[in-house]
C-alpha cells in the first residue's frame, strides 16, 4: 500500500519560452520590472575624423617614410620596413577615403554606434575635444577597443553633455606616456602646413 504523503512529487517541467541569441529580447530589469529600450537622442555624423590633405602632407609622410627604410635597411633591419609601409599606407588611406556617415543614439540601454550596442554599465568617464577642427566625444570603455568616439557633426554639444553626464563622470583621464609622446611629435613635426 502506498501512503499519499510518501509519494515522490516531480517539479513541472519547464514551460519558460527559450530564446536564441538573436531573439533575444530587448529589456532592463527595474524595480517595477522590465523596461524596453527607449530612444533618448540620436544623430548621424562621420565614423571619424577627416581632413582633406594637401600635397605637401603625402610628400612629406614619402619622405620620412624613405629616410627610416634607408635607415632600417643599412642596419640590417628588413622587417620592420614592411612595418613601415604598412603604417604610411594606413595613412594614406585614411587621409585620402572620406568617412562614411553612422547613427549614433543615445538610449536608455547605452550608446548604440553603427547597430553596435555600448551599455552604460560597461563605461567609465567621457570627455570632449576638438580634433581636425570637429568636436568629438570620447568615452571609456571596460571592454574592446577601451575608447569609444563619437563625432557630434551638427548635434549640439551641450545636449549631449547634459544626457551623457546623467548617467556617465564628465572627466577628462590624464595623459598617457603614448598620448604625450604622440603630441609632442605633433608639436615638433608638423605634417600637414599650408603649402
Same mark, same amino acid.
Given at each position: 500500500?502506498?501512503?499519499?504523503?510518501?509519494?515522490? #512529487?516531480? =517539479? !513541472?517541467?519547464?514551460?519558460? /519560452?527559450?530564446? +536564441?541569441?538573436?531573439?533575444?529580447?530587448?529589456? @532592463?530589469?527595474?524595480?517595477?520590472?522590465?523596461?524596453?529600450?527607449?530612444?533618448?537622442?540620436?544623430?548621424?555624423?562621420?565614423?571619424?575624423?577627416?581632413?582633406?590633405?594637401?600635397?605637401?602632407?603625402?610628400?612629406?609622410?614619402?619622405?620620412?617614410?624613405?629616410?627610416?627604410?634607408?635607415?632600417?635597411?643599412?642596419?640590417?633591419?628588413?622587417?620592420?620596413?614592411?612595418?613601415?609601409?604598412?603604417?604610411?599606407?594606413?595613412?594614406?588611406?585614411?587621409?585620402? #577615403?572620406? =568617412? !562614411?556617415?553612422?547613427?549614433? /543614439?543615445?538610449? +536608455?540601454?547605452?550608446?548604440?554606434?553603427?547597430? @553596435?550596442?555600448?551599455?552604460?554599465?560597461?563605461?567609465?568617464?567621457?570627455?570632449?575635444?576638438?580634433?581636425?577642427?570637429?568636436?568629438?566625444?570620447?568615452?571609456?570603455?571596460?571592454?574592446?577597443?577601451?575608447?569609444?568616439?563619437?563625432?557630434?557633426?551638427?548635434?549640439?554639444?551641450?545636449?549631449?553633455?547634459?544626457?551623457?553626464?546623467?548617467?556617465?563622470?564628465?572627466?577628462?583621464?590624464?595623459?598617457?606616456?603614448?598620448?604625450?609622446?604622440?603630441?609632442?611629435?605633433?608639436?615638433?613635426?608638423?605634417?600637414?602646413?599650408?603649402?
Amino acid at each position: 500500500m502506498t501512503d499519499a504523503h510518501s509519494q515522490t #512529487v516531480f =517539479p !513541472e517541467e519547464n514551460t519558460q /519560452q527559450q530564446f +536564441t541569441s538573436a531573439q533575444q529580447p530587448q529589456y @532592463t530589469t527595474s524595480p517595477t520590472g522590465p523596461q524596453p529600450e527607449q530612444l533618448v537622442l540620436e544623430w548621424k555624423a562621420p565614423s571619424r575624423p577627416f581632413k582633406k590633405r594637401h600635397r605637401r602632407y603625402y610628400m612629406t609622410i614619402a619622405t620620412i617614410v624613405l629616410l627610416i627604410s634607408l635607415i632600417l635597411f643599412f642596419s640590417g633591419q628588413f622587417l620592420p620596413i614592411a612595418v613601415v609601409i604598412a603604417v604610411a599606407f594606413m595613412a594614406y588611406v585614411l587621409s585620402f #577615403v572620406p =568617412p !562614411e556617415l553612422v547613427l549614433n /543614439q543615445l538610449t +536608455t540601454y547605452g550608446i548604440r554606434n553603427d547597430n @553596435t550596442l555600448y551599455n552604460w554599465e560597461n563605461m567609465g568617464r567621457f570627455w570632449s575635444e576638438t580634433k581636425l577642427e570637429q568636436r568629438i566625444i570620447h568615452v571609456e570603455l571596460t571592454r574592446f577597443p577601451n575608447q569609444l568616439t563619437l563625432l557630434l557633426g551638427d548635434q549640439d554639444e551641450q545636449e549631449v553633455v547634459e544626457i551623457m553626464s546623467s548617467v556617465l563622470l564628465y572627466e577628462r583621464p590624464p595623459l598617457t606616456t603614448f598620448d604625450k609622446v604622440s603630441q609632442w611629435l605633433q608639436e615638433k613635426i608638423p605634417l600637414d602646413t599650408e603649402a
